[in-house]
């Protein structure tokens, strides 16, 4: 269980990405009122999916930060253990470790593995652990006020559908790769704690388009080695700078694309209920479908 300090003030860039958690998630959990007075019940969680790299766990993270929450990062697998009976408790202490805790914000990583597992052990143990899940989520023997729960995915179409109904994960977030101010932040916090000379973060930024942050991590990682490697072979220490950085470049190709390949996939072939909208409007928006 972590303290968080993060917001969605520290979080650069990804306007789009802001505003809908507002929207869908924060807003209705900071006016419970006007909840109340249009009908609308508050239950329910968020579900988070997009490309690996780019920013899921980090947008949950601050999502509990500006709910002034404490943050549990779950793993799927961490839970899932093949002894019958172990994962249904294990699962139930988290959903009562958050209960005590409150305001807590359970964040529930790769959740699609909930779904495969459920297809892949036969009988019934994968179904009582997605019935598990459930119950803790809807709150059927205990309290949820005060208990928000988050999840992520790369693979949204392999979620199981069970979660995915009214008032369980029932909206979801397309994180996308780090937009150009996004991007720049993400270049300079890379580079903070080494030494530079002349960096142009904004070019950078620039030339990086389709990267995710998982990727310019890599990107100033392999730029810091040519330093490090010329530095050793000197002996005489010195700074990153854009030359290291354009000999980098050429190494290193967004990790993503693969990932919309098969999301367009899903987005031209099986968007029901407008499930995946968002996904194919960035698709054309990029001329990619
Ligand atoms: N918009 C962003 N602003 C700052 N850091 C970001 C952003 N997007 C991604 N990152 C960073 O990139 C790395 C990968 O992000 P992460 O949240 O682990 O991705 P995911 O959960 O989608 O696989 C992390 O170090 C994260 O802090
Ligand atoms: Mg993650």
Redesign the pocket.
């Known amino acids: 269980m972590e303290r968080v300090t993060l917001t969605l003030a520290d979080?650069?860039?990804?306007e789009d990405v802001k505003r809908r958690l507002q929207l869908a998630f924060l807003g209705p959990l900071k006016n419970p009122e006007m909840m109340r007075m249009y009908g609308k019940s508050l239950r329910g969680g968020l579900l988070?999916y997009?490309?690996?790299?780019?920013?899921?766990?980090?947008?949950?993270?601050a999502t509990a930060g500006e709910l002034g929450a404490k943050f549990i990062p779950i793993g799927i697998s961490d839970v899932l253990d093949m002894y019958i009976g172990e994962s249904e408790r294990k699962l139930h202490e988290i959903f009562e470790l958050a209960r005590r805790n409150r305001p807590t914000v359970i964040f529930f990583?790769e959740i699609d593995a909930l779904g495969r597992k459920r297809s892949l052990m036969r009988g019934s143990a994968g179904t009582t652990m997605v019935n598990q899940f459930l119950s803790e989520l809807d709150g059927v023997q205990a309290d949820n006020d005060g208990v928000f729960v988050l999840a992520?995915t790369?693979h949204p179409w392999d979620v199981d559908s069970a979660l995915r109904r009214p008032g369980r994960l029932d909206r979801t977030l397309l994180?996308l790769p780090?937009?150009l101010p996004?991007r720049v932040?993400?270049i300079r916090?890379n580079l903070a704690f080494r030494p530079t000379r002349d960096i142009q973060a904004d070019k950078i930024g620039h030339s990086t388009e389709g990267f995710?942050?998982?990727d310019?991590?890599h990107l100033c990682e392999s730029a810091a080695e040519l330093a490090l490697q010329d530095s050793l072979s000197t002996g005489r220490p010195r700074p990153i700078d854009m030359n290291d950085f354009r000999t980098a470049m050429k190494e290193i190709k967004p990790s993503v694309n693969t990932w919309f390949d098969t999301a367009r996939n899903y987005a031209q072939f099986a968007n029901e209920g407008g499930a995946y909208d968002d996904l194919a409007a960035y698709l054309r928006s990029r001329k990619m479908m």
């Open positions: 979080v650069a860039g990804m988070l997009g490309p690996p790299g780019c920013g899921k766990t980090y947008v949950a993270r990583d992520a790369n994180v780090p937009d996004a932040k993400l916090d995710s942050g998982a310019l991590a």
